[in-house]
């Protein structure tokens, strides 16, 4: 799909009118409703997923070499649907961070030969739409916040996580994560160096980029004036629809 098409804009307009609408009802209309919504976006976003899944074994274009959830943004799309059923901080770092950085690099340039109608439009988008979405409704929403060190967590579960998507792609013969080699689409690695100094440069680029997103994070907490809130999350909290920060 051409990037910044019709229907790439139509995508990136659903991803802003989303956003905003459930950030801007979980500040100031806060109630019972947030624990039912939080719900069935998480239903909603695993259905995605699984539906692309579905889609391949039916159409008999599933393999290992690309069907395994060895992407990044795979376990930014089972991390977000986690965090908002359960608002684990642990949880609610990782898709916070993870969305910004992978999910929305990956809406921006999509990596989807499908366009709209194709099946594979709507799943690509549903899922990476979802996560961003999700982040932006836990964290500014419902204001539950990194807390001091994330970005050190964040980044090492990164690497661990690099490391089993490197297996994937020895036992398969794949490019998880592209690390084998750049994709035929137009994104950050076209450029960086030759492989494997592009891995090397990838990693750095990863840090920069949490470090970037944990920066603009407290700019924006500051412009918005949510005050730090004491250690430790109460559901009740979160069902009553309290301002609640992850210290």
Known sequence: MRQFSDQHIAALSVLVLSAGTFVWAARHRPGRWLVPFSRCLALVILAWWAAEYIADAVLGIWTARTGLPFQLTDAVTAVSALALLTQAPLLVELAYYWAFTASLQALLTPDLG???????????????????????????????????????????ITLGFTAVAAIGDLLTGGNYMYLRYKPAHSSLLNVMGRWPWYIAETVVLGLLMLLAVDGLTRVIRSLLRDSARPAGFEPATFRSGGERSIP
Do not use: D, N
């Not at 799943?123 to 204001?143: E, K, P």
């Open 114 to 156: 499908q366009p709209f109608p194709s099946i594979f439009y709507f799943t690509y988008f549903g899922y990476h739409i979802g996560a961003v979405v999700a982040a932006s409704f836990l964290v500014f929403g419902c204001r539950l916040y990194p807390r001091h060190g994330a970005v050190l967590r964040v980044f090492v």
